[in-house]
């Protein structure tokens, strides 16, 4: 049958072999020569046919070290609570172990890396709308679960401005994101650093933010410099 559809010009029929045919998931023998699917295989399977972004198998073909303690993420992008950013690809994410908590020097210290398909054509503009796209819908999507009133609500301002181009970089930009920090429910203003990195894949844009609510002459800085110095194009 898998024959029949590929000379018909089907490109997405694939034969699949049962692990073992003929037996149960219980072990059991079955008077069948075939098995029910496997579901895992069967959903990874699904996910790659359709191309949705499976961080379980994801490989980056860049490399951003995580510090020890620290935590990660990646998802597609756009993401569920950011439909309308402009652009498609991964964020993988470097959080500080503090993180989430208020109380400690490290909170919303982080960094995240966009893989972008294509080569978009990036400026100031560009990222001052996508983030502030991002930072509201994120800001949204906690709305509820956090039980967040309406009068501690506000519209995300964000600002961004060329700077000197720092070493690895096409282009480096550095500004501000101005939100409701809904861990806390209080306002806050993130100090942004975005480095447009100098890698040779011409299909790919790699953008690194390091992003902090700590002034620059904060040690979070440092580490947070560190991870892009030892950010690199190839694993």
Not at 46 to 55: A, C, D, G, Q, S
Not at 84 to 102: A, I, M, N, T, Y
């Amino acid at each position: 049958m898998i024959k029949r559809l590929l000379l018909s010009g089907n490109t997405d029929a694939e034969f699949v072999s049962s692990r073992q045919p003929g037996v149960r998931s219980t072990g059991q023998r079955s008077p069948y020569s075939w098995s029910v699917v496997d579901e895992v295989d069967c959903i990874q399977w699904i996910k790659k046919e359709l191309k949705i972004f499976n961080p379980a198998t994801y490989t980056p073909a860049y490399l951003l070290p995580v510090p020890a303690g620290w935590m990660t993420e990646q998802f597609a992008l756009p993401p569920d609570f950011a439909k309308q950013l402009s652009f498609k690809g991964v964020e993988d994410l470097r959080f500080f172990p503090g993180w989430g908590d208020p109380a400690s020097e490290e909170h919303w210290s982080y960094v995240f890396l966009w893989s972008l398909e294509g080569k978009p054509d990036i400026d100031a503009h560009v990222l001052q709308d996508n983030l502030k796209t991002l930072y509201t819908g994120l800001v949204g999507r906690n709305i509820v679960p956090r039980k967040i009133p309406k009068e501690k609500l506000f519209p995300v301002e964000v600002n961004i401005l060329n700077v000197k181009t720092a070493a690895g970089d096409i282009k480096t930009f550095a500004g501000t994101v101005h939100m409701l920090d809904y861990i806390n429910q209080t306002p806050m203003t993130l100090n942004v650093k975005i480095h447009v990195k100098d890698c040779p894949d011409k299909t790919r844009a790699i953008l690194l933010f390091e992003v902090s609510p700590k002034s620059p002459d904060h040690t979070n800085w440092q580490k947070l410099n560190q991870l892009n110095a030892d950010f690199e194009c190839t694993r």
